[in-house]
């Protein structure tokens, strides 16, 4: 009995920014659950490859092309997976970028740039998605935050500062939709192996900092985030709300 508290058979799960990376490793892993995933992205040709990998799983998928820093078309888009595809009872607000510079150098329009691609995105998605959850009852939305909501870092102050608007809109999100029925919560991903830290991945440096920094000593793995993905989206959190689960590898618990 216990056990079917994760499974997500029936339910379709929406995965922004799930062409590669954390993101198709999340919709992997909701879809294992049984889940049906439709992957998000603005390369339709990068989604059509992540889409077979998974079929290839025997995983239900599909795809829908669309910006999620465009307000009218994250509200189109999701109004045609409700449509055409079904109901949304999972969001996972993945899709995000990263831009390292030194902060008194920061230009103006990468500022921008990022708060649109890792704010404004969670605020679209997550709105759209949820008018149409709230009026259901029911829904799950799981905000993929950082470590770094938590602590700072040389080059990436405006990155950390975007995650720490997530994880703040993570409880916002709670406190005005929980009474719906509504269950939002956010991970807290450490340092991962993926093409958004692949500049740091090659930097022997950094490795052997991050190796001595991290208790677990290396590097996660993407499916490592799994597991904390399924819990939020399934019946086992139903009443857990307004948290972040941090997956990091004890980074966060030792100075």
């Known amino acids: 009995m216990s056990l079917k508290l994760f499974d997500l058979t029936g339910r379709t799960a929406l995965v922004t920014g799930s062409?590669?990376?954390?993101?198709l490793s999340l919709a992997e892993g909701l879809g294992r659950a049984g889940a049906r995933v439709v992957l998000n992205g603005r390369d339709g040709g990068k989604l059509d490859a992540a889409a077979e990998r998974l079929r290839g799983e025997g995983i239900a998928v599909e795809t829908a092309v669309f910006d999620v820093t465009d307000f009218a078309a994250v509200k189109a888009g999701v109004d045609r997976i409700e449509a055409e595809i079904g109901a949304i009872d999972i969001l996972v607000n993945n899709a995000g970028i990263q831009r390292r510079a030194p902060l008194e150098d920061y230009p103006a329009e990468t500022w921008d740039?990022?708060?649109?691609?890792?704010?404004?995105?969670?605020?679209?998605?997550?709105?759209a998605v949820a008018r149409h959850m709230i009026g259901r009852g029911r829904g799950k939305i799981v905000n993929i935050a950082s470590l770094q909501a938590q602590a700072a870092r040389?080059?990436?102050?405006?990155?950390?500062?975007?995650?720490?608007?997530v994880l703040n809109l993570t409880k916002g999100m709670c406190?005005?939709?929980?009474?719906?029925?509504?269950q939002v919560n956010a991970?807290?991903?450490?340092?991962?192996?993926?093409?958004?830290?692949?500049?740091?991945?090659?930097?022997?440096?950094?490795?052997?900092?991050?190796?001595?920094?991290?208790p677990t000593g290396r590097w996660g793995k993407v499916e490592e985030l799994q597991g904390a993905c399924i819990f939020l989206a399934?019946?086992?959190?139903?009443?857990?709300?307004?948290?972040?689960?941090?997956?990091?590898?004890?980074?966060?618990?030792?100075?």
């Open 175 to 182: 406190t005005d939709w929980a009474r719906h029925g509504l």
């Open 19 to 23: 062409g590669q990376g954390i993101g």
């Open 187 to 214: 991970i807290g991903p450490g340092y991962f192996e993926t093409p958004l830290n692949q500049a740091l991945v090659d930097d022997p440096k950094f490795t052997e900092w991050l190796q001595v920094r991290t």
């Open 113 to 127: 740039l990022i708060m649109r691609a890792n704010v404004d995105s969670v605020f679209f998605v997550g709105q």
């Open 154 to 165: 040389y080059s990436i102050a405006p990155y950390t500062a975007t995650k720490g608007a």
């Open 234 to 255: 399934s019946d086992a959190s139903t009443f857990v709300n307004g948290q972040i689960v941090y997956v990091d590898g004890g980074v966060l618990a030792t100075l």
